[in-house]
């Protein structure tokens, strides 16, 4: 909008309905219109039926997403785009990043005057690609299960490339960088990926 493109509609998706709540409040804040917002997973990002200009993938979501779950999702978001639409996958090259540091049984990930938050290795899944740990404040007690997927760069834009014509990474430091999507070739229905 600084640069003075219009943009007539902005629709946000997220499992998390609080997530949503805080999108649409910032839309009202920085905006200046509130966003259209879904619950909705984005490996059926095609269900609402919109044709977009632009699909970005934000805050390193591909960790979440096993490679079949990462084929779903290029595949809905292929059906979601223009014929000239662009998916942007903006992330970060995490076996990279477990090479460099090693890959720990037991890791601090946070730690503040409130909270003391590590992580422990659970189980690896073969089948789904992924290592599956528990976060445990160690403060509060609460604790999740989260299954991630180390991948890297190579690994996103070769599957891409099976649903775009054009792929290309533009880096923006050693570990993060963007994956820039361009062209969909609509070949597979999600419905038939299994």
């Not at 946000?12 to 910032?26: G, P």
């Not at 839309?27 to 200009?53: C, M, Q, Y």
């Not at 999507?181 to 419905?191: A, D, N, Q, S």
């Given at each position: 909008?600084?640069?003075?493109?219009?943009?007539?509609?902005?629709?946000?998706?997220?499992?998390?309905?609080?997530?949503?709540?805080?999108?649409?409040?910032?839309?009202?804040?920085?905006?200046?219109?509130?966003?259209?917002?879904?619950?909705?997973?984005?490996?059926?990002?095609?269900?609402?039926?919109?044709?977009?200009?632009?699909?970005?993938?934000?805050?390193?979501?591909?960790?979440?997403?096993?490679?079949?779950?990462?084929?779903?999702?290029?595949?809905?978001?292929?059906?979601?785009?223009?014929?000239?639409?662009?998916?942007?996958?903006?992330?970060?090259?995490?076996?990279?990043?477990?090479?460099?540091?090693?890959?720990?049984?037991?890791?601090?990930?946070?730690?503040?005057?409130?909270?003391?938050?590590?992580?422990?290795?659970?189980?690896?899944?073969?089948?789904?690609?992924?290592?599956?740990?528990?976060?445990?404040?160690?403060?509060?007690?609460?604790?999740?299960?989260?299954?991630?997927?180390?991948?890297?760069?190579?690994?996103?834009?070769?599957?891409?490339?099976?649903?775009?014509?054009?792929?290309?990474?533009?880096?923006?430091?050693?570990?993060?960088?963007?994956?820039?999507?361009?062209?969909?070739?609509?070949?597979?229905?999600?419905?038939?990926?299994e």
């Amino acid at each position: 909008m600084d640069r003075k493109f219009e943009v007539s509609k902005l629709i946000i998706t997220d499992l998390r309905e609080k997530a949503l709540e805080k999108a649409k409040e910032f839309s009202r804040k920085e905006l200046g219109f509130e966003v259209e917002t879904h619950v909705l997973d984005a490996r059926e990002i095609h269900k609402p039926g919109v044709k977009a200009d632009i699909i970005l993938m934000y805050g390193n979501s591909h960790l979440h997403f096993s490679t079949l779950d990462m084929i779903k999702f290029l595949s809905s978001a292929s059906l979601s785009l223009k014929d000239d639409g662009i998916l942007l996958i903006q992330g970060m090259n995490m076996l990279l990043d477990i090479i460099n540091r090693g890959y720990k049984h037991v890791l601090p990930e946070k730690i503040t005057e409130n909270k003391i938050l590590i992580s422990l290795h659970v189980g690896y899944d073969e089948i789904r690609g992924t290592f599956r740990r528990i976060y445990i404040d160690l403060i509060s007690g609460n604790r999740t299960i989260v299954d991630l997927k180390f991948w890297d760069f190579a690994e996103i834009l070769g599957i891409c490339k099976i649903f775009f014509r054009e792929v290309s990474l533009e880096k923006i430091d050693s570990y993060r960088g963007i994956v820039i999507c361009k062209y969909p070739r609509i070949v597979i229905k999600p419905e038939e990926i299994e």
